[in-house]
Nanobody, 117 residues
């Protein structure tokens, strides 16, 4: 089993940056593919970026537009999302997720990012 806790959200002005963190406890972190999702008010949850056990990453270009970078530190059991040049449309709850070898997806409770004009 694994539990996830996001942090690093907050309020920033358009053009600002934030670094989100996701701390994992329990389980074997290095075995999990990790992902970031986000959900804006009144919208469905959408995929932001993912990273494999070995560090191969993928992103939703329509969401990140080259501004976000996902990374992980298996030693520290941490997942990160560096977000630069934030825009108001990035305002959302951001969630990290772990996918276990058995295919189970475990979610954190989210951290709120608010970007003002």
């Amino acid at each position: 089993q694994v539990r996830l806790l996001e942090s690093g959200g907050g309020s920033v002005q358009s053009g600002g940056s934030l670094r989100l963190s996701c701390a994992a406890s329990g389980g074997t972190f290095s075995w999990y593919a990790m992902e970031w999702f986000r959900q804006a008010a009144g919208k469905e949850r959408e995929f932001v970026a993912g990273i494999s056990r070995t560090g191969s990453s993928t992103s939703n270009a329509g969401v990140t537009k080259g501004r976000f970078t996902i990374s992980r530190d298996n030693t520290k059991k941490m997942l990160y999302l560096q977000m630069n040049n934030l825009k108001p449309e990035d305002t959302a709850d951001y969630y990290c997720a772990a996918t276990t070898p058995s295919g189970l997806k475990v979610w954190g409770h989210g951290t709120l990012v608010t970007v003002s004009s």
